[in-house]
């Protein structure tokens, strides 16, 4: 069976003539009645009585009536819905993010997104940067905004955010309110890190930071949340290195020193996978460039 045999049947159920029924669709009448023929014998049931004066339906093809228009009206759902999956127009993508780019980052982005695709459900997981990257390898998530570095054959990743680091300490820390301030300063300070077991790329980073200013941390504490880390530092645990933006939302209950851009930049990337075909994750990732240019 198929829907040509669907649209026929109704076509002869319709107009009560084969005649009236060939014309309309534009086929020969041999042709329109070896369609129902061949879906009566699919059937193994009766759809017509006729003779040479009249058509009608028997009982078992009136009730196929309601069927066949049914089948045909849900064949012509799914082939929409296919296009409009094939315009980026409906469908679903499943995003993660850092806590860190909740605030700055991610909302703009996907009000944007959401205003040019709105038929589009976006389903937003916070997660850390080693799981975004285990997500997106087993097909679980289809974008992800992490900390980097991070460099992987299967994934493509765009820069969306780059900012200095800030160095945060207790607000009753000799060094708040020094004149002059360095990061080999902190030379002998416990540190609150980031740790690398969640965000590997950026914690070598700030590894990195200190081994140029002359010194290897001193590592008390680590956490696989940075709001974490500043509430572990206003309570006197340690010092840390974040990045500005983080550091700024909560800085009534720190002490916060920035760094220079020329000590370092912490970025935030967008990351899909390298192979990845969908028309959704190619439309989110430039909304996510647009609005890394404003």
Known sequence: MDLKQLRSFLAVAERLSFVRAAEGLHLSQPALTAQIQHLEAELEVQLFERNRRTVRLTDAGALFVDEARATLDRA???IEHVRQAARGEIGSLNIGFVSSAALEIVPHIVADF???HPGVRLNLINLRTVSQVTGLLDGSMDVGFLRLPIEHP???ITVVHREPFAVILPKDHPLAAAKRFSLAKLRDEPFVAYGRQWA??????????????????RIVQ????MYTAISLVAVGVGVAILPRSVVLAQSNSVAVRLLPGTVGISEIGLATRAQQTSVLVRD?????RKQGKQ
């Open 200 to 217: 590997p790329g950026f914690f070598d980073v700030t590894m990195r930071l200190c081994a140029q200013a002359g010194f290897s941390p």
């Open 222 to 225: 680590e956490t696989g949340e």
């Open 76 to 78: 012509q759902s799914a």
């Open 154 to 156: 299967r994934l493509k």
């Open 284 to 288: 989110f990732v430039e909304a996510a």
């Open 114 to 116: 959401r205003a040019r």
